[in-house]
């Protein structure tokens, strides 16, 4: 009778599977290392790619799946996360990930414009529209540390609330009546006193207006309406009804709406005008008391409309790929997660597009990829943080023959060369290993030499089928 998984584990003083999980942000291991480890990611790109602060400097990382890009995503996120509660002066984190939305919104209104003579693809969806979509994840990040009470709103200048305000009209996300509930809960830190109570009467300042004959007011209401028309007509990456933006829009004066020039048509493909808005919400961001703005973009291939498809995941990051606004701002920096089709794009970009993005400029790291040794380490340390006693190491050839040399061990992880095949190969390995084991004694369990050849005979064609699964070849 062969002996269970658990057993060979507790033979090993394990309470746990190291691995078991393949995906990062399901590995409660992997949490638990990286909150013991102080926060560091053993990979030789980790520094490159995080920056002091953490997230200073936009990096763009190139790697296959399975490689470890949202392992480092998450060390970089608990970092930040970390960092902030140590630190007055904090530093936000927009995650833009979620593209399907955005996506979908912005095909929605290209369909609806009949104007066109052509299907909207995702080579119109322009740097314009990813500053709109990034300003949307970046008020809801902001918006979410006010309302945890984080931040005061108390430091911005009049004219920084109004910058606020009008940003949170055009890009604050969810049902029309989520901007009130949002300025009612910050009626006392952004309004003066009164001025919410006259929000939301346009109609009924029009009629006083009306009846006195007064033209000022019918005036003012028009022009409420038509910067509200401009904004939903213009940002084409959500839809809003421009009522609700009107009503959203009455907070501010008039004559600061006047200066932004926000009220003609053509600004949806301007991209001076959303450089300005991210200006602008940088500008109340470090008011606030943060050091620095990381985004960070991931999952370009899962979109539906992209689907993995590496010409269209080309078609939709090129815009962003660019230096004015990679370099914008000191305090603004970009951490990218791509998938490593995208690389060739870079090699191969022409000199016109090379000279806008400016790779030279930015951190850019390929191949992402792992060496034996580091993966023996990491295997070793999720061994040794699933012991009773994690305080002691606890290296990973304990788990195989006494007699199996360490070279054969480490030439196979050079072979397997990311965590996940590893993590993979391993369980197999232990898996194997209980089903052709008897008993165990007081002695733990080892895997055999017989087992770990067998096992490693079939990784080749494994990591050939991966590949050919997620439509790529192996590195």
């Given at each position: 009778?062969?002996?269970?998984?658990s057993q060979f584990?507790?033979?090993?003083?394990?309470?746990r599977?190291?691995?078991?999980?393949?995906?990062?942000?399901?590995?409660?291991?992997?949490?638990?290392?990286?909150?013991?480890?102080?926060?560091?990611?053993n990979?030789?790109?980790?520094?490159?790619f995080f920056?002091?602060?953490?997230?200073?400097?936009t990096?763009?990382?190139?790697?296959?799946?399975?490689s470890?890009?949202?392992?480092?995503?998450?060390?970089?996120?608990k970092?930040i996360a970390?960092?902030?509660?140590?630190?007055?002066?904090?530093?936000l984190?927009?995650?833009?990930?979620?593209f399907n939305?955005?996506?979908e919104a912005?095909?929605?209104r290209?369909?609806?414009?009949?104007?066109?003579?052509?299907?909207i693809?995702?080579?119109?969806?322009?740097?314009?529209q990813?500053?709109?979509?990034?300003?949307?994840?970046?008020?809801?990040?902001?918006?979410?540390?006010?309302?945890?009470?984080?931040?005061?709103?108390?430091?911005l200048e009049t004219?920084?609330?109004?910058?606020?305000?009008?940003?949170?009209a055009?890009?604050?996300?969810?049902?029309p009546d989520?901007?009130?509930?949002v300025?009612?809960?910050?009626?006392?830190q952004?309004?003066?006193r009164?001025?919410?109570?006259?929000?939301?009467s346009g109609?009924k300042?029009?009629?006083?207006g009306?009846?006195?004959?007064?033209?000022?007011?019918i005036?003012?209401?028009?022009?409420y309406?038509a910067?509200?028309?401009?904004?939903?007509?213009e940002?084409?990456?959500?839809s809003?009804n421009?009522?609700?933006?009107?009503?959203a829009?009455?907070a501010?004066?008039?004559g600061?709406?006047?200066?932004?020039?926000?009220?003609?048509?053509?600004?949806?493909?301007d991209?001076?005008?959303?450089?300005?808005f991210?200006?602008k919400?940088?500008?109340?961001v470090?008011?606030l008391?943060?050091r620095?703005?990381?985004v960070?973009?991931?999952?370009?291939?899962?979109?539906s409309?992209?689907?993995?498809?590496?010409e269209?995941?080309?078609?939709?990051?090129?815009?962003l790929?660019?230096?004015r606004?990679?370099?914008?701002h000191?305090?603004?920096?970009?951490?990218?997660?791509?998938?490593?089709?995208l690389?060739?794009?870079?090699?191969?970009?022409?000199?016109?597009?090379?000279?806008?993005?400016?790779?030279?400029?930015?951190?850019?790291?390929?191949?992402?990829?792992?060496g034996?040794?580091?993966?023996?380490d990491?295997?070793s340390?999720?061994?040794?943080?699933?012991?009773?006693?994690?305080s002691?190491p606890?290296p990973?050839?304990n788990?195989?023959?006494?007699?199996?040399?360490?070279r054969?061990?480490l030439?196979?992880?050079?072979?397997?060369?990311?965590p996940?095949?590893?993590?993979?190969?391993?369980?197999?390995?232990?898996?194997?290993?209980?089903?052709?084991?008897?008993?165990?004694?007081?002695?733990?369990?080892?895997?055999p030499?017989?087992?770990?050849?067998?096992?490693?005979?079939?990784?080749?064609?494994?990591?050939?089928q991966y590949?050919?699964t997620?439509?790529e070849?192996?590195?």
């Amino acid at each position: 009778m062969s002996i269970t998984m658990s057993q060979f584990l507790k033979s090993h003083g394990l309470q746990r599977n190291p691995f078991i999980e393949e995906e990062a942000q399901n590995d409660k291991v992997f949490e638990d290392l990286v909150n013991e480890a102080g926060y560091a990611f053993n990979h030789q790109a980790w520094d490159k790619f995080f920056g002091e602060p953490p997230g200073r400097g936009t990096s763009m990382i190139f790697g296959v799946k399975g490689s470890g890009k949202s392992a480092l995503r998450l060390a970089l996120e608990k970092n930040i996360a970390h960092f902030n509660r140590e630190h007055s002066e904090r530093i936000l984190l927009i995650s833009y990930d979620d593209f399907n939305s955005f996506l979908e919104a912005f095909k929605r209104r290209g369909d609806q414009d009949r104007k066109r003579e052509t299907a909207i693809t995702l080579k119109d969806f322009g740097l314009a529209q990813h500053l709109d979509a990034i300003l949307v994840c970046g008020m809801e990040a902001l918006l979410k540390e006010v309302g945890d009470e984080s931040i005061a709103l108390n430091p911005l200048e009049t004219y920084q609330r109004h910058d606020l305000m009008m940003l949170m009209a055009f890009y604050l996300s969810g049902p029309p009546d989520r901007y009130h509930r949002v300025m009612n809960d910050l009626r006392g830190q952004l309004l003066p006193r009164g001025l919410m109570e006259r929000m939301g009467s346009g109609t009924k300042a029009a009629f006083v207006g009306l009846s006195t004959l007064g033209i000022a007011p019918i005036l003012r209401q028009g022009f409420y309406g038509a910067v509200a028309r401009a904004a939903a007509r213009e940002i084409l990456v959500r839809s809003r009804n421009p009522k609700d933006i009107k009503r959203a829009l009455h907070a501010i004066p008039s004559g600061y709406l006047q200066d932004q020039d926000v009220k003609r048509r053509g600004w949806r493909d301007d991209d001076d005008v959303r450089r300005l808005f991210v200006t602008k919400f940088i500008d109340v961001v470090m008011t606030l008391g943060y050091r620095q703005i990381v985004v960070v973009m991931d999952k370009v291939d899962e979109p539906s409309l992209i689907n993995g498809a590496r010409e269209r995941m080309e078609d939709f990051v090129w815009p962003l790929w660019n230096n004015r606004i990679l370099q914008l701002h000191p305090n603004l920096s970009f951490k990218m997660l791509l998938p490593r089709q995208l690389y060739e794009a870079v090699r191969k970009a022409g000199s016109e597009k090379a000279n806008e993005a400016r790779f030279d400029k930015q951190k850019i790291i390929y191949p992402f990829r792992w060496g034996d040794k580091q993966l023996y380490d990491m295997m070793s340390d999720r061994l040794r943080i699933c012991r009773v006693d994690p305080s002691r190491p606890y290296p990973l050839n304990n788990l195989f023959d006494e007699a199996m040399p360490m070279r054969e061990i480490l030439a196979v992880l050079d072979r397997l060369r990311q965590p996940r095949f590893v993590m993979n190969y391993l369980y197999r390995l232990i898996a194997e290993t209980c089903a052709q084991t008897d008993s165990v004694d007081d002695r733990p369990a080892r895997i055999p030499r017989e087992v770990f050849y067998q096992i490693t005979a079939t990784i080749g064609e494994d990591i050939k089928q991966y590949y050919q699964t997620l439509g790529e070849s192996p590195e």
